[in-house]
Structures are given as C-alpha cells and as structure tokens.
C-alpha cells in the first residue's frame, strides 16, 4: 500500500510538471503607433518596446527600389492579438507582420490607395487599429479592411 501512495504522488507531480501555463487574457498592443526614422543601413529601433528590424525587404516590396529607405520613417502599431501594422508616407499598402522565432513574418499586404498615403497615422482601436491619412479613415485587422468582402 505504502509503495501504491509513493507512486501515486510521483504520477501526480510528474502531471503537474507537463501541464501548460496560460496567462490569460493577455493583451500585446500598444496603446500609440512608433513613427520610426530608417538609418543608414535601413534598420528602425524602438526602445520603449524593444523593437529592433530592418526594413530594406519592406521598402522594396512597396518601392520596388533597394534605396527607397534612406530618409524615410514608417508607422508601426501593434493590435491585440501582437500582430505588427506598418506604412508609411507614399506606401500603397498597409503590411501586416506576425514575430515568429526572431524575425517578423508578412502575414498580410493590405492595398489601400493607387496613390500612396499622405500623412498616416495609426490609433487603437481595439480590437482594431484604425488608420487615418488626412479626412479619410479606416479599420484595419489582421486579416484586411473591416467589413470588406475581399
């Protein structure tokens, strides 16, 4: 009886040890969007978040150019979910990028104007984020524009 308890609490502790830890609800957005000046080799920092990347890859996916970046900034926000939302002055498109293992990962182009962004902002709107370009305004998720059937 004595080695049946003894292996019932091994049983039981090894259990525990394997159990999965959730923290929830946990929430990954960043209440305002970072406007972040490109450096010489492309790359943008934010230290209130951490934030370290190159955006050369993102600059000539919009521009078609491999210098394109050179005295720009884009406007970077994060939504709930963690998912990273990036533009910037003249893009066409909002990019949407997930962080998986050390790197981020375009999730999603989402077009927005033929003619390119004039002052873009992004605001918090959870659960979406909101970008605005003058009068003109949007909600934006993960997966496009709200409400849009494309």
Do not use: H
């Not at 394997?18 to 969007?33: G, H, R």
């Not at 490109?38 to 996916?61: A, C, I, M, P």
């Not at 370009?133 to 494309?150: N, R, V």
Request: hydrophobic letters at 40%; glycine letters at 8%; proline letters at 3%.
């Amino acid at each position: 009886m004595r080695k049946l308890i003894i292996l019932l609490f091994i049983l039981v502790g090894l259990t525990a040890a394997c159990s999965v830890i959730t923290l929830q609800p946990a929430d990954f957005s960043w209440p305002v969007e970072s406007v972040l000046k490109t450096d010489d080799q492309g790359s943008v920092s934010e230290d209130r978040y951490s934030t370290d990347f190159n955006t050369v890859g993102l600059f000539f996916e919009e521009f078609q150019d491999s210098m394109s970046y050179k005295g720009k900034e884009i406007r970077l926000i994060r939504n709930n979910w963690g998912d990273y939302f990036i533009t910037g002055k003249q893009f066409k498109n909002v990019y949407v990028f997930k962080a998986i293992e050390g790197t981020l990962v375009l999730e999603k182009k989402i077009f927005i104007s033929e003619f390119g962004l004039k002052e873009p902002a992004f605001n918090q709107r959870t659960p979406n984020i909101e970008l605005l370009d003058g009068d003109y305004k949007i909600s934006l998720t993960s997966d496009g524009i709200e409400g849009d059937s494309k």
